[in-house]
């Protein structure tokens, strides 16, 4: 089989069967570009997860991208479509697609983690969509940067949250009417410069599924705060409580924000039957505060053994990719792994457990077969 290039600009097509068939630039494939397709946990709405073996891809396609949506997708048209800034600002102002990409653009690679990702390992069992593995996926947004918006519009001394408001509405279990989906982040989380009002991902118009014609992305967040389908944002002068800010997407009363340092072993895989003698873990690291410091491993129960970083984000918002080297024993075996955030924050080893299952950043334990036999292919 031809060896792929390195860092190829992948395309991606549905074939008549479950699984993609991604191929480079110059028309090669190998193994690892057959990938699986997903099984969506909803269709009406869209719930998708990205396929584990995908997220080894060093340029995830975006047909790839896991999908997590409360409603349909609106039907909005590009051209009659305005967004509008106001609320607790000296003037109000209101933006066409065109009038925003007219603006100087900024492109950020960024993670997005659903806050129910793993919410299926909770003991005991919480309420909520059950994600397994996949809610989590890296891209590159582009768009304007929204703290160039808010200087236009003089926010006032009263400003203390910045409401994100989709186009997207529909029930919500607290509510005899219909909803719009909306979040806000405080205005000093605003005020950063990272916060994006992207019209483009992976170089493309956002596709409507993930939020077209414009959508909030805040890196460093958990993907609830990034809105998709924005049609207005409000400078607010008291904390929202709306339905999404106060009943859901919260841990002990607080609202979710920050994503905690997470990682997860992509190779080899549970259940894997692997020979017996020297085999190369390979994985990925993401959030916490300032970005992944490091990422360690070990066979359950041991020592913990640092990894190698093989490579990591330009910005912190992005992937840390990592690998390591592990003597295996035969038998049933279990391989761990924790990332270390730069305020020193460490994955536990058990998830905090909340009524609603979000936030779980606990450490990740693939249970692996190894075998006596060195016949076997290495993993």
């Keep these: 089989m031809t060896k792929r290039a390195k860092n190829p600009m992948f395309k991606v097509r549905r074939t008549d069967k479950p699984y993609y068939i991604c191929r480079d630039s110059q028309g090669m494939v190998d193994a ?14 869209e719930i998708r997860p990205t396929p584990l073996s995908a997220l080894a891809l060093e340029d995830l396609p975006t047909e790839l991208h896991f999908v997590r949506s409360h409603f349909g997708v609106p039907p909005l048209d590009t051209q009659t479509w305005v967004l509008t800034l106001g609320g607790a600002v000296e003037r109000a102002r209101y933006f066409s697609l065109a009038d925003l990409q007219r603006r100087p653009a900024r492109t950020q690679t960024v993670v997005l983690e659903c806050a129910g990702h793993r919410r299926n390992e909770f003991q005991p069992s919480t309420s909520g969509l059950q994600w397994g593995l996949g809610a989590v996926s890296e891209a590159r947004w582009t768009g304007v940067p929204l703290v160039e918006l808010l200087a236009e519009v003089s926010p006032t001394g009263r400003s203390c949250e910045v409401l994100f408001e989709g186009a997207d509405r529909g029930p919500h ?9 909306a979040r806000s982040i405080p205005f000093e989380r605003a005020l950063k410069g990272d916060v994006l009002l992207a019209w483009e991902m992976n170089g493309r118009p956002i596709p409507p599924k993930h939020g077209a014609p414009l959508r909030a992305i805040v890196p460093g ?18 904390p929202f409580n709306g339905l999404f800010q106060i009943q859901d997407y919260h841990v002990n009363g607080e609202p979710l924000h920050d994503l905690r340092a997470n990682s997860l072993i992509l190779k080899p895989g549970p259940g894997d039957a692997i020979a017996t003698g020297p085999v190369e873990l390979f994985g990925i ?28 984000p330009q910005q912190p918002s992005g992937l840390t990719r990592w ?5 295996l024993p035969p038998g049933e075996q279990v391989v761990e792994a924790r990332a270390r955030d730069r305020a020193g924050q460490i994955q536990p080893d058990e998830p905090e457990w909340n009524v609603l299952g979000y936030a779980n950043n606990s450490i990740h334990r693939v249970p692996i077969t190894v075998s006596a036999t060195r016949s076997l292919v290495r993993s």
């Design 32 to 45: 690892e570009s057959v990938i699986p397709a997903a099984r969506p946990l909803s269709l009406q709405p």
């Design 285 to 312: 690291a993401w959030g916490g505060r300032g970005g992944i410091a490091a990422v360690e491993f070990r066979l359950g129960g041991a020592s913990w053994q640092p990894a190698t970083i093989r490579r990591r």
């Design 173 to 181: 279990r607290s509510s005899s009417k219909e909803v719009p989906f």
């Design 221 to 238: 967040s958990y993907g609830v705060a990034s809105v998709k389908w924005l049609r207005r944002i409000e400078l607010l002068d008291r």
């Design 323 to 327: 690998s390591a080297l592990l003597e």
